[in-house]
């Protein structure tokens, strides 16, 4: 009898674990059948790929989940305006994410490549491109189209700013086909202040819209196994108080001399590169700012109570890194991991599935209370709907005045936006509405052309 009661305890344990671990519920399945798009430089109309977007399965049992995706996400990848000649492809990778990950015993170094896995199964990359300063030559090294690196180097470029020239509207670019993010995984033209024009022509969508006013999504995992959540959270780490911008404890160093231990000047001029202050990683250092939960530690998070890890369920919290941003919403040092991990390395990328784990048939994932962007509006030439990510798809619908529908369009699911072209429609004030089949907005638009 006692066995019988152990084994019910253990299935309902098993169970309950299933239904509430962001680890398993967390994803964007695809259940649909969305293919990847890309744009191609002076093509402004996105081309489709027959490659499967978002995660394909969730596999679980007591110890690990068990992630199948392409790598491909439901948003419009390219075109990459700095010469990268690489396309998204499939990465076809099995990540095995532990449901219970533990804190580190030393400091582990986060590293080029993947780090972390977004919950469309994109990968992250941390804050590096591949190239450093060899001060030997007085040159860079390193990456495409540079010499490579030999001995040691001690600047190492920071890629956000580094490359921004060749990021699509999404924030992202592939290498070798491996399309990642190093940093906020949110639009260009959705920042306060927009540092890329990108949007203007291939317009797409990022994993997720800020919203100051809501807690983050969870957007996905690092290597060892912690969640990632976007740029703002609860400002007490035990789950209440206001919602405010998670903060970055790290701060560009002051060089009063203009100079470089072993590096090029400040604002050094070479070639096309100007090295300001902030091109490499080590122009930063990490200020603590005890007492003021918003401001994360040397990692990038903070041991914390979310919507996905309540009090109830996680009591003593759960480490969780944040997408920093500025206060313009730009990008903000160390941009999402780093520059070491949290916890230690766990995730692994295995060739196939154990037996004996259960497949998640359904997204857990639920479209929140979603509100309705409009831009521009007065609108000339086409209406961009951005709202939240749509985990299902969800219909747009353009309507006059007389309550007549003129124009339709989809939210595709792992997207955040759809384009209306204005070209057919005439002067006016319109109505664009857009509804998931449970709850709809209704957002008023005036077409000026």
Known sequence: MRKLIKLITLIVAFITNAQTNPAITGWLINTTGITGRHYVAGNSTPINDAVLANVQTVQYNTTYSYISATGIPAYITGPFLDGNPSLATAQNKIFRIPLNPVQGTGTTATTGGNIGVFKNGVALFDYRDGVAW??????????????????????????????????????????MGNYHHHQNPSAFNLDLVVLSNVCNT?????????????????????????????????TNTDGTGAITRMKSSYQLKSYPTGLRTNGPAINQVVGTQTFFNGYFREDY??????????YLDSHNG??????????????????????????????????????????????TTPTSVPGGTTTLTTNLIENPDFKVTIAPNPASEFIAIQTPMATNDMDVYLINELGQIVKTNKILQGSTLSIIETDTIYNGIYFVKV?????????????NK
């Open 134 to 175: 060899n001060n030997t030559t007085g040159a860079l090294c390193g990456g495409p189209g540079n010499p490579p690196c030999s001995g040691t180097t001690n600047w190492t470029r920071d890629a956000i700013p580094a490359e921004r020239a060749g990021f699509d509207c999404a924030k992202a670019h592939p290498a």
């Open 202 to 234: 291939y317009p797409a969508d990022g994993l997720y819209v800020i919203n100051p006013s809501q807690h983050s999504p969870l957007l996905g995992f690092a290597y060892d196994g912690f969640p990632i959540y976007g740029a703002y959270a609860y």
């Open 285 to 294: 250092e990490y200020i603590a700012h005890p007492g003021d939960p918003t």
């Open 302 to 347: 903070r041991i914390c109570n979310t919507p996905e890890y309540p009090a109830s369920l996680y009591p003593n919290g759960i480490y969780c890194y944040f997408t920093t941003v500025d206060a313009n919403h730009n990008s903000a040092y160390p941009y999402v991991v780093g520059p070491t991990f949290y916890g230690n390395i766990t995730v």
């Open 435 to 447: 509804t998931d089949g449970k709850n709809d907005k209704t957002v008023k638009v005036i077409i």
